[in-house]
């Protein structure tokens, strides 16, 4: 199997169907990559200390997907072992009357993590050029608009300390369906279905169109977008935990010099 990138190059138009969504790369089954997640688990631990500790920089993920793509399981993966403390899970749902009365980016701004913490976005403000776009929510002047606005905010962010990670989890259609029948079948996953799923899902091929555009249009130096081949849970997971750590790593980050003389206190009795 050639290797296949996992940031489009930037300025082309990324066409989906280049991009294997069965792709593990050099691994052949889950047991060869124990490890190497298992590693990454640690080292983001100690990284997401620093970055606390610190108090320099933040951490943005982006999760964006079809139905059923792994977004809830990878931010169960991403979670397992970070401190609570310092990370916050924002789900975007369809906007209130509250957020629709303000620009689209209004709701999404306030929910971008602060110095020392790691913020993840299940789903995010690329829904504005996504199911909008696909259902005819907004007239298409403005949905296309949107691009330059969102290039434009994700700069600002990068620029105020906030790296931006964004993933999209690239499922095939049949791995869509084999994943809903599951939800039919497994009682504990009942809940996960629901009929309107089958309505986005009957519009695959202009979802694939309109994230082919965001993909493609937001595709920046200063906070690209990595394609993750997402139909084996375990290659997802463990290209998701190599992004991060290694992004974490680049920032060079250094734990805060103790206080002047802090080797003369003595702790009273
Ligand atoms: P999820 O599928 O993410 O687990 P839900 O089943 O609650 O969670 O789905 C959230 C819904 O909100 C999705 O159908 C999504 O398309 C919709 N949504 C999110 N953001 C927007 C938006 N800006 N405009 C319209 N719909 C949105």
Known sequence: MSK????????????????????????????????????NRRRLRELQE??????????????????AGGKD????HVMRGVNPQGVQVTSFKVPT?????HDF????????????????????????????????LVPPEMWQRRYEHINAFERLLTESGVTVLKFYLHISKDEQKRRFEERLTKPEK??????????????WDEYMAAYEDALTRCNTDYAPWHIVPANHKWYRNLVLSNTIVAALERLDMR???PEPGIEQITIPD
């Open 255 to 257: 734990y805060p010099p």
């Open 4 to 39: 296949q990138a996992l940031i489009p190059p930037p300025g082309q138009q990324v066409r989906l169907a280049d991009y294997d969504p069965s792709y593990t790369g050099e691994y052949a089954s889950k047991k060869d990559v124990r490890k190497l997640i298992k590693r």
């Open 73 to 76: 399981g990878s931010i169960r």
């Open 105 to 136: 980016l209004w709701r999404v701004h306030r929910r971008v993590p602060g110095r020392g913490s790691i913020g993840i976005f299940n789903r995010s403000h690329y829904e504005d050029v996504l199911v909008v776009r696909v259902e005819n």
């Open 190 to 203: 009942f809940w996960k279905f629901s009929r309107g799923d089958l309505a986005v899902r009957a519009k």
């Open 97 to 101: 009357p509250e957020e629709l009365a």
């Open 50 to 67: 620093v970055l606390y500790a610190e108090h320099k920089h933040a951490l943005l993920i982006v999760l964006q997907a079809m139905d």
